[in-house]
């Protein structure tokens, strides 16, 4: 079954319907990256990535293989855990003649230390463990988040009796998705490509799974449906359904962009082989959102109103993208420092009421969207636009502040966290108004 991006709710599978993403189509076919690519990165990331891209695809004989990654990794789209047995499951490293097994990812800092800590600094470390998540976790205590935020539970003993859902103990859930969680099953490294061996041996038992270079891999986590609102009971005893209605539509955006074929989520958050990666930069990287995102006002004559341009840059999906809460909030103010609009670029969902509900169907729906469409037709940029007022005063120029909110609105009030961390200022700077 396919993702659909605005689908009703009227039906509910039952079971899960695991967004299968269509293959992606042979870049080979596709255009060259070009040079002029408006990507503020692009002079340094272009040759580097097109020289990545040609060697990857070239490689790739077959589109991915969704059952494949699903079958190695034991990945379900977050309706069960991983179960992962750290004992036998660790992976070997071959060294002076010696084998060591590696049971904890801050091992793999010792030959790859650029990699290792670049993930450590990054969101995905961080995935059960960040503040935003702990809060909102509480507030919705459902097994399901675990799935994805920290995956890996352990093996039940041989005589152990089969606990309920909800009692499953998860573990390693400091290191959240960890190098463990993407590369390691039964003592082997899974990787995208052949390694070249250093020594006269190669360092690991190795899986080489293509597939992990395409976006079906990542969606595994970042495209998924709202669970059917029984099941989304938090601390129901029913095994998790998805609902026909997306919660985090990432890939699927994605595959709708210009994008698709040429750039996948991993050239532009995993960067493989250059000093940043497994960074993965997003909505929490200040100086990637400044790069990628702009304003422009321009004075719609005699109306004493103007129209608001957001642009984004290099952005791969709509902007914001993922988690349901994600705004981004435009600021304009006088010189003078008088709020003059304040425009949020978010999705909009409703809840739906127990009574208009069937089995199978969400608690909420997602009824508009005011974000920034993935770029189309080629292009890499997108743009949305707001008509807003100005004031009465002559004015020139506006200022403008940037932010990004990470809350659902009423969870403002309640949260214990300083607004620093949820809704950072990101960018801000002076613009004249076009006439
Ligand atoms: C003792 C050193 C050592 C440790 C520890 C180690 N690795 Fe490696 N790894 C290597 C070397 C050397 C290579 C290069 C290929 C080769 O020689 O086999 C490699 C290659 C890889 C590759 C393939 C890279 C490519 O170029 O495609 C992956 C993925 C990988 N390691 C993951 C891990 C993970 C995950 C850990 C921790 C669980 C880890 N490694 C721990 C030495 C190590
Ligand atoms: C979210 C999943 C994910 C996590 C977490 C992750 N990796 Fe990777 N890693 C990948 C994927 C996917 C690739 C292949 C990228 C490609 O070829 O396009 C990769 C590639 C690599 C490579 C080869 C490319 C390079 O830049 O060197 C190494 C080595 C590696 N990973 C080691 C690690 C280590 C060590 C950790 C933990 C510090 C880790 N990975 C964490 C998904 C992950
Ligand atoms: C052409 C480059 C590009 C591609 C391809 C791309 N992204 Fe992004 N992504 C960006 C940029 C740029 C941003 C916005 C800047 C930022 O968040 O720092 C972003 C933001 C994000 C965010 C944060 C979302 C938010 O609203 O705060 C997530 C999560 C993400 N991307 C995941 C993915 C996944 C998963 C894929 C593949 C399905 C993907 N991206 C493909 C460039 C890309
Ligand atoms: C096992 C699940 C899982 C897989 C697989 C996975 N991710 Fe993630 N990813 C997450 C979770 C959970 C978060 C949110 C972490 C947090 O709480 O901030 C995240 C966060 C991110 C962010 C940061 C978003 C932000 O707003 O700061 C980026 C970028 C990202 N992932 C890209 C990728 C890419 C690219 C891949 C594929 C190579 C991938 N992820 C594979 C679970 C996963
Ligand atoms: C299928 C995987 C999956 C499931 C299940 C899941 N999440 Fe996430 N979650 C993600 C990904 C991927 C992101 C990153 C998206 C982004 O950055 O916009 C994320 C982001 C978040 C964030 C934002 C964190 C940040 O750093 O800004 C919060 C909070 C969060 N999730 C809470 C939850 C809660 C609570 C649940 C359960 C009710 C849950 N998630 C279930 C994959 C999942």
């Known amino acids: 079954m396919q993702c659909r991006p605005r689908s009703s709710t009227k039906r509910a599978s039952q079971k899960n319907p695991h967004c299968e993403l269509p293959p992606e189509p042979d870049a080979r076919r596709k255009p060259a990256y070009p040079p002029g690519l408006p990507l503020p990165r692009a002079r ?9 891209l040609g060697l990857s695809f070239c490689q790739r004989a077959t589109p991915p293989d969704r059952a494949r990654l699903s079958d190695i990794f034991r990945f379900s789209n ?23 097994t590696l049971s904890d990812s801050g091992q793999c800092r010792e030959c ?16 059960f463990t960040n503040p935003l998540y702990q809060e909102s976790h509480a507030r919705e205590p ?25 009692e499953r103990e998860h573990i390693q859930t400091d290191d959240g998705v960890s190098c463990l969680v993407c590369h390691v099953r039964e003592g082997q490294i899974l990787s995208s490509r052949e390694p070249e061996v250093r020594e006269d041996h190669p360092a690991h038992d190795y899986v080489v799974l293509e597939e992990m270079q395409s976006a079906s891999f990542c969606a595994e986590c970042h495209q998924f449906n709202f669970l059917s609102a029984e099941t989304a009971e938090p601390h129901t005893e029913l095994a998790l359904v998805y609902a026909d209605q997306p919660m985090q539509n990432t890939a699927m955006e994605w595959w709708q962009s210009s994008f698709r074929g040429e750039l996948t989520c991993q050239s532009c958050h995993l960067r493989p082989d250059s000093a940043e990666s497994h960074r993965f930069p997003g909505g929490h990287d200040h100086e990637l959102l400044s790069q990628s995102i702009h304003v422009g006002v321009r004075r719609l004559q005699e109306s004493g109103r103007a129209l608001l341009t ?18 981004l909030v435009v600021r304009l103010l006088t010189p003078g420092g008088q709020t003059v609009a304040e425009v949020r670029l978010r999705h909009e969902f409703e809840p739906v009421p127990s009574d208009r509900r069937s089995p199978g169907d969400p608690a909420k729906v997602r009824v508009s969207d005011s974000t920034v469409p993935a770029p189309q037709g080629g292009d890499y940029a997108a743009t949305r636009s707001f008509v807003i007022d100005l004031p009465g005063e002559p004015l020139h120029e506006l200022r403008y502040e940037l932010y990004m909110a990470y809350l659902e609105p009423v969870n403002y009030v309640l949260t214990t966290l300083p607004l620093s961390e949820t809704r950072p200022l990101f960018e801000s700077g002076v613009i004249a108004i076009e006439e």
């Open 112 to 127: 790859h230390e650029v990699v290792y800590d670049n993930w450590q600094a990054s969101r995905h470390r961080v995935a």
């Open 44 to 52: 340094f990331a272009a040759p580097f990535l097109f020289f990545a």
């Open 310 to 327: 957001v642009y984004t840059f290099g952005v791969g999906h709509r902007f914001p993208t993922g988690d349901l809460f994600r705004t």
């Open 78 to 100: 977050a309706i069960d855990p991983v179960v992962f047995d750290v004992e036998a499951e660790a992976a070997r490293v071959y060294e002076n003649g010696g084998v060591r």
């Open 142 to 166: 459902s097994r399901w988040c675990v799935n994805c935020h920290a995956p890996f539970v352990a093996p039940l003993a041989e005589n152990q009796a089969t606990p309920g859902p909800n």
